[in-house]
Structures are given as structure tokens and as C-alpha cells.
């Protein structure tokens, strides 16, 4: 029966990938035209046009302030303008489609954070995961679970053994977010039982912490680190495979044979179908502009390790999809795939 249930999923994730595909060339009917624009993705000369970073985020959040830190330093390298097109809605559903319809135009480059693999996953999007590659990474950002500064668990042992009792509640800015998903991968390795309660932003969510409303919640390193040094809150453990320079105390899950890796992503991303050579010199372009101080001291400054969090596209590429695997077979346990 096991091996059924397998192929049967199998059969279905496939159906679905196929579908994000005829999704596409249906929502994006210029892309095949686009594709073989010799002239705009002529690697000689490259860029020809201004290039075009689209946004699913507001003004001011973290997916603007990441771009807006390297995006100087990118635009030294090139002839061209670069710049923001905000595309707003749908859980970056708008963002999606704006790049459907532009097509492999090779200047058109998508920020990306887990919102949209997971409207991928749920088939909201006119794209799927193997319409895309990833060019580069720029912070990894891992979540640490953290209790408020009186708690009960004072280690992460406690916490486990606690949890495998009685389950306790941990908070989430939303259902089906990163928070949610991650929590609910570790409560699977670590076997036990997590009561899930969504607060609708990370701030409300430390808030209902800080006041004993839950028992634990996930916060990125970036986020959490000022509460925690200050005393606030108290961090158990680390979603990552190594313990993190700024709380060398504090270990990993994966220490414990719990190893899930959850963390904020902030990467970029063009439809798969780019020619390679393009997708080099874009990569090289970005990764110059992270090369300079300014991005590199946004980095430190927010407690990640510029040589940990930036890489190019072979290995945020694997990333990417890794995680989307990963997120497409949680949400479907937790019943938030809509077929």
C-alpha cells in the first residue's frame, strides 16, 4: 500500500509540474516569441535595455532594502539602468504573471522568498518550479526557536521532551507560512505534536511570546538576535546545520538528529528558458553588486555571515527546488494544496 501511496503522489506532483508548464505557455502566449529575440538576448553587448527587478513586496520591506543594498554596486558593472517594478498581490501571484508575460526577454529578473514557491505549490501561479532557475542567492536567513525569558525549557532538550508529552503552542505570523511549514516538518523529525496558533506578522507573533500567550514560536536569526542578546527571549535551537556565529551557544537541531533546515530566503530568479550565457552574466553582475561593502555590512549588521548566505545560481538553483519539494510535501500533509 505504501508503495501505491508513493507512486500515486508521484503521479500527481508530475501532473501538477505539467500543468504550471501548460499554465504558462497559455497565460504567457509572447514567451515563445520573446525567447528567440535575438537581438535582447544576444550575450554580446548584454544588457540592451534597462533591466527590470520585479518586486511582489511593498516599498521599504526586506525583499526592497535586499535589492535596493546591492543594486548600486550591480549597475557599475553595466551600460544599462536597473530597476524595481513592484508587482503587488496574490502571494506573488501578480509578480509571477508579470514575468509570464514578458517572456524570456533576458532582462527581467524575479526577487524571490518562499511566497512563491508556495504559490507555486498550490497551483496559483501561471508558472511552475521547472519554469525557472535560480541565478543567485542573497541571504539564507535560518529561524531559531526561541521561548520567552522566563519559560520552563531552558534547552532545547527540555523543550523536545516537553513537546512529546503534551503538545505546546507555538505561534506563526500566518497559516501555511514559513513559520507553520517549517514547525511542522521538525514535529515530524522529532516526533511530537506542535498546536499551531497564527498572530498575522512576525512583530505580533514575538509580542504573544513576550506576554506568555504561546509557549514557543520560529524567528529569523536577523529578527530575533536583538531580544536575545538583550535577554527578552531565550534561543534552544538553531534550523540549520551549523550553529551560528553571533550565538555560538546555541545548537543545532541537527545536533540531535532533528535536522530540518528553515530559514527566510532572499534570492532571484528568470524563467528556465534563458540562455545560459545570459544567466552567467547576470550572476556575475549581481554577485559584484554584493561584493561591495555596503551589501556586505547590510549583512553583518543583520547577523548573517556574507560568505554563508551569498552564492550563485548552481547552488541557489538546487536550493530553490529543494525547498519547494520540501514545502509541496508539507503543505499537502496540512491540507493547504487547493486540488
Not at 65 to 80: H, L, P
Request: proline share 4%.
Amino acid at each position: 500500500m505504501k508503495s501505491m501511496h508513493s507512486s500515486r503522489h508521484a503521479i500527481s506532483h508530475q501532473r501538477h509540474l505539467l500543468a504550471g508548464s501548460i499554465a504558462l505557455a497559455m497565460a504567457a502566449f509572447p514567451l515563445s516569441a520573446a525567447a528567440q529575440d535575438s537581438e535582447k538576448c544576444n550575450p554580446d553587448g548584454w544588457p540592451h535595455d534597462t533591466i527590470e527587478l520585479v518586486s511582489h513586496a511593498s516599498v521599504g520591506g526586506g525583499t526592497d532594502i535586499t535589492m535596493r543594498m546591492w543594486m548600486d554596486g550591480a549597475t557599475e558593472q553595466i551600460d544599462e539602468n536597473i530597476t524595481i517594478v513592484y508587482k503587488q498581490g496574490g502571494g506573488a501571484r501578480a509578480a509571477q504573471e508579470y514575468m509570464a508575460a514578458r517572456g524570456v526577454d533576458c532582462h527581467t529578473i524575479v526577487a524571490l522568498t518562499q511566497t512563491h514557491l508556495y504559490t507555486m505549490a498550490r497551483g496559483k501561479s501561471p508558472i511552475g518550479i521547472n519554469d525557472v532557475r535560480g541565478v543567485v542567492r542573497a541571504m539564507d536567513d535560518p529561524s531559531v526557536i526561541v521561548v520567552r525569558a522566563d519559560s520552563p525549557y531552558k534547552t532545547y532538550k527540555e523543550l523536545v521532551a516537553a513537546s512529546q508529552k503534551e503538545a505546546l503552542t507555538w505561534g506563526v505570523a500566518q497559516v501555511g507560512g514559513t513559520e507553520h511549514i517549517g514547525i511542522e516538518r521538525w514535529a515530524e523529525v522529532a516526533k511530537l505534536d506542535a498546536r499551531v496558533v497564527p498572530f498575522g506578522s512576525g512583530g505580533d507573533m514575538v509580542t504573544a511570546l513576550r506576554s506568555g500567550a504561546i509557549d514557543a514560536t520560529v524567528a529569523n536569526i536577523s529578527e530575533a538576535l536583538p531580544l536575545i542578546q538583550e535577554g527578552d527571549i531565550r534561543a534552544l535551537a538553531l534550523f540549520s546545520e551549523e550553529r551560528v556565529g553571533d550565538l555560538p551557544d546555541v545548537p543545532s537541531t541537527y545536533e540531535y538528529d532533528h535536522g530540518v533546515h528553515v530559514s527566510t530566503t532572499r534570492g532571484y530568479y528568470v524563467l528556465a528558458d534563458t540562455p545560459d550565457k545570459i544567466v552567467k552574466q547576470m550572476e556575475s553582475m549581481i554577485l559584484a553588486g554584493m561584493a561591495t561593502d555596503r551589501f556586505q555590512e547590510y549583512l553583518i549588521n543583520n547577523g548573517l555571515d556574507p560568505d554563508k548566505n551569498i552564492t550563485g545560481a548552481d547552488v541557489w538553483d538546487k536550493q530553490m527546488k529543494e525547498e519547494y519539494e520540501a514545502s509541496y510535501k508539507a503543505m499537502k500533509k496540512l491540507g493547504l494544496l487547493d486540488k
